[in-house]
């Protein structure tokens, strides 16, 4: 059996919700019912550490659940270029 990487897309999708729905929602419960928010972020820690781990012995593609859980390396590459050009532009008389 293949085993499919947890996502929030998938859960709500099975909740019948969306994932805007679930955000609003959890932006919502800040403050005012502290147990129902620590369901939310455990299942948010659950699906990101599905990925990670199952990424990282290979079961998914690491690139692809890398960029998803914003684990990308970023480089900052820093040229100098100096471009000298001249142009010549020549017009020639049509004599007739």
Request: overall charge negative; some cysteine; charged content about 30%.
């Given at each position: 059996m293949i085993q499919r990487p947890f996502t929030m897309q998938?859960?709500?999708?099975?909740?019948?919700?969306?994932?805007?729905?679930?955000?609003?929602?959890?932006?919502?419960?800040?403050?005012?019912?502290?147990?129902?928010?620590?369901?939310?972020?455990?299942?948010?820690?659950?699906v990101y550490q599905q990925k990670f781990e199952n990424a990282v012995i290979g079961v998914y593609n690491?690139?692809?659940?890398?960029?998803d859980l914003g684990l990308t390396d970023k480089q900052e590459i820093k040229q100098d270029v100096k471009v000298n050009q001249v142009f010549e532009i020549g017009y020639e008389d049509e004599a007739d």
């Amino acid at each position: 059996m293949i085993q499919r990487p947890f996502t929030m897309q998938g859960l709500c999708r099975y909740l019948d919700c969306n994932t805007a729905y679930f955000r609003q929602f959890k932006n919502e419960l800040r403050g005012e019912d502290k147990d129902f928010a620590t369901v939310i972020t455990s299942i948010e820690e659950t699906v990101y550490q599905q990925k990670f781990e199952n990424a990282v012995i290979g079961v998914y593609n690491t690139n692809i659940i890398a960029r998803d859980l914003g684990l990308t390396d970023k480089q900052e590459i820093k040229q100098d270029v100096k471009v000298n050009q001249v142009f010549e532009i020549g017009y020639e008389d049509e004599a007739d």
